[in-house]
């Protein structure tokens, strides 16, 4: 496939909401009862959006797609627009599957493969796993990107066709978890529990918010949950951005944090520090 064809994947923070699955058949004249069957039955998912990267969502050039609802409500979220189920679009495995088809090369040669993210991909984990166990009978490496929250929704065999999870571990603190999410930390920590009990590797994250997220103890403690999972392979600390502000704007949803700057240099190689002091590789 050309470059040309590569157009299809697009940032989604350079994206409008519904767009960015062109070249993937829609499926919007089904009917709503039989949609939500094939829902349930993960032949059909609500996507948002998909894109090719390199180095970012894990090894090698990726194919990510990104899922579309969430039932977290982080406060630095930069894709607001991924957020409602709702508001994705149709698409159904046997068309997903035949696009990874496509770049079945260039993972091999570049040590890549695929990552499903959102949103949170564990809001469909029938579709999530149909895609997965897919993907895994081409010999494509996969990963996941989530939260955790919804990590009893991963069944074993869902588990069986992952490589890598992407955990996101967003505050150490329970108090200040769910002050940044709405949502409790201990679902999240249970799920890594599970992985390292697994075997399956981890890439934990952690977003540096100042005012949020930027208390040494936070940090400390959030250090120790990625230190007691024994398949953490590394860290990386992301600084917070305002790349999607002008989303929450658009959706008409308040922004807590407009006038929150971004960390200094300063305070995130601080914040990698206090995770390496757990041993843990830092980036």
Not at 79 to 103: C, F, K, W
Not at 158 to 169: G, R, Y
């Amino acid at each position: 496939m050309g470059a040309a064809g590569d157009q299809d994947f697009l940032s989604p923070a350079a994206r409008p909401h519904g767009a960015g699955i062109a070249g993937i058949e829609e499926l919007s004249d089904l009917q709503r009862a039989d949609r939500l069957a094939r829902m349930r039955s993960g032949d059909l998912g609500s996507i948002h959006s998909w894109e090719l990267v390199t180095a970012v969502d894990g090894p090698g050039t990726r194919m990510t797609t990104f899922f579309s609802g969430c039932p977290l409500a982080c406060q630095y979220c930069h894709n607001p627009d991924t957020l409602q189920m709702r508001n994705g679009e149709p698409v159904s495995a046997e068309e997903l599957l035949r696009r990874i088809r496509r770049y079945r090369r260039i993972f091999r040669a570049t040590g890549g493969g695929i990552t499903l993210s959102g949103g949170e991909v564990l809001m469909q984990p029938a579709f999530a796993s149909k895609i997965l166990h897919g993907a895994k009978l081409m010999g494509v490496h996969t990963a996941l990107d989530t939260s955790g929250f919804l990590g009893s929704h991963a069944s074993d065999s869902m588990l069986d066709d992952v490589d890598l999870v992407l955990l996101d571990v967003k505050s150490g603190d329970p108090a200040t978890y769910k002050e940044v999410t709405g949502r409790a930390l201990e679902p999240t920590i249970r799920f890594g529990d599970r992985l390292a009990e697994r075997g399956i590797e981890i890439w934990a994250r952690f977003v540096l918010v100042p005012g949020l997220t930027d208390d040494p103890e936070n940090i400390r403690k959030a250090a120790k949950i990625a230190a007691r999972w024994n398949s953490v392979s590394r860290v990386e600390v992301l600084p917070f951005h305002q790349m999607g502000r002008d989303k929450w704007a658009s959706l008409g949803m308040e922004y807590k944090l407009a006038d929150t700057k971004p960390p200094t240099n300063e305070a995130v190689e601080g914040t990698r520090q206090i995770f390496r002091n757990e041993g843990l590789k830092v980036f």
